[in-house]
């Protein structure tokens, strides 16, 4: 049963450019969270989704950043007009129920993305 | 005031030391917390939950204060493997999310 899978696992981009990451969950696990983790600080939560339906975005940027879990396809996130402090390491995790409950997010192993 | 914060070390502690972190969180209506473990440039993975009577799996023991809103894990007989971050973690309000905190770092040397 393959894990978390995300691509690409680095990303650089110019200022201004676009950057699109993805995130196939693991089987059967239909629960996708995306967290960021900027340089020597914490995991911080930014979307939660389940098929189709964003179901908690509040900590997402307000502008520029956008999230996806479509019925086909893995999810995507979405960094518009990229900024170098958007520098990060992207983490997608999946689960089978709501994390809270459960406290178990299988995590991907990150999405690096470098603006230069 | 944050809302999970860790003291983010670095411990050094020499083979079979047994150590202790200590987290605080800011929401008192948090019903659930764990511990994970991040090694350097990897994802992060569950380590364990931490439950109101405390619970220990093998070296590992988390306890948590409800009243002092604090949290504890204590790790005994330390091994080289045990180098890693340790990530305190609090489901958030609504229920979905998980917040982390920063992570203590702990360097396990022979």
């Known amino acids: 049963n393959a894990g978390v899978m995300q691509n690409p696992r680095h990303l650089v981009r110019r200022r201004g450019q676009e950057a699109r990451l993805r995130c196939s969950p693991m089987k059967g696990h239909s629960h996708v969270y995306w967290y960021r983790q900027l340089p020597e600080e914490g995991l911080k939560f930014m979307v939660y989704?389940?098929?189709?339906?964003?179901?908690?975005e509040s900590g997402m940027p307000k502008e520029r950043f956008s999230a996806e879990f479509p019925k086909e396809g893995p999810s995507i996130l979405r960094i518009q007009q990229v900024v170098r402090g958007d520098s990060a390491a992207y983490f997608c995790?999946?689960?089978?129920?709501?994390?809270?409950?459960?406290?178990?997010?299988?995590f991907g192993e990150g999405s690096r993305l470098t603006v230069l | 005031r944050k809302e999970v914060e860790q003291d983010p070390g670095p411990f050094n502690v020499p083979e079979g030391a047994t150590v202790a972190f200590n987290c605080t969180y800011s929401?008192?209506?948090?019903?659930?917390f764990f511990w994970y473990r991040q090694d350097c440039r990897k994802e992060p993975k569950l380590l364990m939950s931490?439950?109101?009577s405390g619970n220990e799996d093998g070296r590992f023991t988390a306890q948590l204060n409800r009243a002092s809103q604090y949290i504890s894990l204590l790790i005994r007989d330390s091994k080289l493997s045990d180098s890693a971050t340790y990530l305190c973690?609090?489901?958030?309000?609504?229920?979905?999310?998980?917040?982390f905190g920063k992570g203590t770092s702990l360097l396990v040397t022979p």
């Open positions: 995790a999946s689960s089978p129920l709501s994390g809270g409950n459960t406290g178990e997010l299988f």
């Open positions: 989704l389940q098929k189709e339906n964003i179901i908690d």
């Open positions: 931490v439950y109101s």
């Open positions: 973690v609090v489901a958030s309000n609504s229920g979905y999310a998980l917040n």
């Open positions: 929401n008192s209506a948090s019903q659930s």
